[in-house]
């Protein structure tokens, strides 16, 4: 009885081991399972992206999922989730979708650009001590700050569209490569990675000292991020370390 006792726990515990590792095998990544999905990001329609929406303006995906959501969506599908998003905060989804692929195609020239080393014509301009440098996203970041003020209506950066001009008080050294931008605000981050990817212009005025720097949004994007306020609150600039 012993003999047999010992063989049906060493039995159990193995079967055990083995449904667990059939549970482990089947739960899906973190990016499809806080949708219920177990359908691959290529293959979801607006249900998931419905859903996808919800759990944005509800603050209920973190920075990383957002993340990892956004770098499996094919183009089409960032403009489908911003012209939902767009819905939801009382924007037309044609104008949505029009600002989207101008915004997405500037940032991916002024991305080219700066890898070729090619100087943006505003960059020359005498109103700025810098310009027009893509600012990317970073979690290290070295004396971080938030917005110090913003700036409505403005057009910068080769911009003839209105944007939001965040000011920023910060010892940087001069060093624009140095700024990197972040945000814990949900909304806000995907607002920016669907209007930019992971970019925004930022710049000084020739009339600042170098412990100034603004970081460019326009409207659409600010409006898809939960307005002005969210972006005061929870948009930060420091320096990668």
């Known amino acids: 009885m012993k003999r047999l006792g010992f063989v049906s726990v060493f039995v159990l515990v193995g079967l055990i081991l083995g449904v667990g590792v059939v549970f482990a095998q089947d739960v899906p990544p973190t990016d499809l399972n806080v949708l219920g999905s177990v359908d691959p990001i290529s293959v979801w329609g607006d249900i998931e992206f419905e859903q996808l929406v919800d759990l944005i303006v509800e603050e209920k995906l973190s920075i990383k999922e957002s993340q990892d959501i956004y770098e499996e969506l094919s183009e089409e599908q960032i403009l489908r989730v911003g012209e939902l998003l767009g819905e939801r905060v009382g924007l037309s989804a044609d104008e949505v979708r029009k600002d989207l692929i101008l915004s997405r195609s500037r940032m991916i020239h002024s991305i080219d ?42 057009t910068e950066c080769g911009s003839s569209d209105p944007d939001w001009l965040f000011k920023f008080g910060l010892d940087y050294g001069g060093d624009a490569d140095s700024l990197r931008w972040r945000t814990a605000n949900t909304q806000v981050q995907w607002a920016i990675q669907l209007a930019y990817g992971s970019n925004l212009n930022s710049f000084n005025y020739s009339f600042n000292t170098a412990d100034r720097a603004y970081l460019v949004v326009g409207e659409t994007c600010v409006a898809l991020g939960g307005g002005v306020s969210n972006f005061d609150q929870d948009l930060i600039l420091g320096q990668y370390p």
């Not at 943006?120 to 971080?144: F, I, K, Q, T, V």
Request: glycine fraction near 4%; charge should be negative; charged fraction near 25%.
């Open 113 to 154: 650009d700066s890898i070729e080393g090619a100087v943006d014509p505003c960059s020359r301009a005498s109103s700025y001590l810098w310009g027009c440098y893509p600012c990317e996203r970073s979690d290290l970041m070295a004396r971080p700050v938030h917005v110090w003020y913003h700036i409505e209506d403005a």
